[in-house]
């Protein structure tokens, strides 16, 4: 979406988490972190020195984390450990907060969910976070569903990523 979004004309810049080696359009501008806490903290100091017109926030960030981070090596002689987690904050929730300006776009996954309870739970992530749009998705019986969900409306089904993506940037297109 983001090489998309750059052939159309767009400066992106894409804050890239730890994946294989893509192939980045170089007109992109990639920050790489590796780390929760690097992404939170990435995020936040790109949003405030610059303004976006349009946010897309598709980071599926862990729920969780340890409760307690070790700095040494745990000793393999343990019979048992337990481990305790606690939740991470969500990012999302600050976005409109860092860009009140910008259209937040946000992402919603919810496996295995039925359409109704998908865009409901959509509507309620735009209501809670004070998203402008939420992409809906979902896989049903291990095929790929999406929807453009925004306060009144929605569009699709969108059975492959790609469908979605154009969808998306079709939208996008009209916003600016």
């Keep these: 979406m983001?090489?998309?979004?750059?052939?159309k004309g767009a400066r992106v810049t894409l804050i890239l988490g730890p994946v294989e080696n893509c192939c980045i359009d170089k007109r992109i501008k990639v920050i790489r972190f590796s780390f929760f806490k690097e992404l939170n903290r990435l995020l936040k100091n790109e949003l405030k020195k610059?303004?976006?017109d349009i946010v897309l926030h598709s980071a599926a960030v862990s729920d969780y984390r340890p409760a307690q981070e070790r700095k040494n090596k745990l000793n393999s002689h343990n019979k048992k450990l337990t481990l305790i987690l606690k939740q991470t904050p969500k990012m999302i929730d600050y976005l409109r907060?860092?860009?009140?300006?910008?259209f937040l776009i946000g992402f919603k996954f919810e496996p295995?969910?039925?359409k109704r309870s998908l865009i409901k739970q959509a509507r309620l992530l735009m209501r809670r976070a004070h998203l402008d749009l939420v992409v809906a998705n979902s896989l049903v019986k291990n095929n790929y569903v999406a929807y453009l969900v925004k306060a009144k409306n929605k569009y699709g089904p969108?059975?492959?990523k790609e469908r979605l993506s154009r969808g998306l940037i079709g939208l996008i297109e009209k916003i600016i």
């Design 158 to 160: 969108f059975l492959k």
């Design 97 to 102: 907060k860092e860009s009140p300006c910008s």
């Design 112 to 114: 295995q969910a039925s």
């Design 50 to 52: 610059k303004r976006y």
């Design 2 to 7: 983001a090489e998309d979004l750059a052939k």
